[in-house]
T-cell receptor, first 113, second 111 residues
Framework: AAGVIQSPRHLIKEKRETATLKCYPI?????VYWYQQGPGQDPQFLIS???????DKGSIPDRFSAQQFSDYHSELNMSSLELGDSALYFC????????????FGPGTRLTVL | KQEVTQIPAALSVPEGENLVLNCSFT??????LQWFRQDPGKGLTSLLL?????REQTSGRLNASLDKSSGRSTLYIAASQPGDSATYLC??????????FGTGTRLKVLA
């Protein structure tokens, strides 16, 4: 069965650079969630999209932005990267009406040097 | 604001022991509660999902219970094995169905 795809799986950037993380949801899933998990921390909700519109917002820095495209994939854009942005970024997808079934991707590990 | 806490933060046990991991949450208005397993540097593996109307769920050696009124869930692992070593996260689902994760329990089962 198809799963949530995230790319890249690993990313190394310098401070003040920009990074773009991509998430491809499971086919027919229309809702995407982004989470950030710092070293030794629990995952924290960043932002979610439903039908290409932002549906909820968590502790996402102003330097980050995200969007969902017409094919339902989502991109998380991170600018002016800081050392503290180093984390594992998870994407999860869900099909509207199926509130129980949310599937997580393998994550993108971002390292900021 | 929903807060999810897990106790203990870390646990080291000999192989074969039965374990109880605890999760508590401050707001009982949840859709469901889910237990995940995370190996170091890896993604999240779903273990058990308990609906807000349910009291428990079982899968193999795992049993999870939910007491919504008291804001508690427990994950019971029977006959622990070294392969069970991982971090266990509980998460409650609310609002726009986003997860709020607990602080995690880091489990090490010694052979």
């Amino acid at each position: 069965a198809a799963g949530v795809i995230q790319s890249p799986r690993h990313l190394i950037k310098e401070k003040r650079e920009t990074a773009t993380l991509k998430c491809y949801p499971i086919p027919r899933h229309d809702t995407v969630y982004w989470y950030q998990q710092g070293p030794g921390q629990d995952p924290q909700f960043l932002i979610s999209f439903y039908e290409k519109m932002q549906s909820d917002k968590g502790s996402i820095p102003d330097r980050f932005s995200a969007q969902q495209f017409s094919d339902y994939h989502s991109e998380l854009n991170m600018s002016s990267l800081e050392l503290g942005d180093s984390a594992l970024y998870f994407c999860a997808s869900r099909q509207a009406g199926a509130k129980d079934t949310q599937y997580f991707g393998p994550g993108t590990r971002l390292t900021v040097l | 604001k929903q807060e999810v806490t897990q106790i203990p933060a870390a646990l080291s046990v000999p192989e074969g022991e039965n374990l109880v991991l605890n999760c508590s949450f401050t707001d009982s208005a949840i859709y469901n509660l889910q237990w995940f397993r995370q190996d170091p540097g890896k993604g999240l593996t779903s273990l058990l999902l308990i609906q807000s109307s349910q009291r428990e769920q079982t899968s193999g050696r795992l049993n999870a219970s939910l007491d919504k009124s008291s804001g508690r869930s427990t994950l019971y692992i029977a006959a622990s094995q070294p392969g069970d070593s991982a971090t266990y996260l509980c998460a409650v689902k609310r609002g726009t169905y986003k997860y709020i994760f607990g602080t995690g329990t880091r489990l090490k089962v010694l052979a």
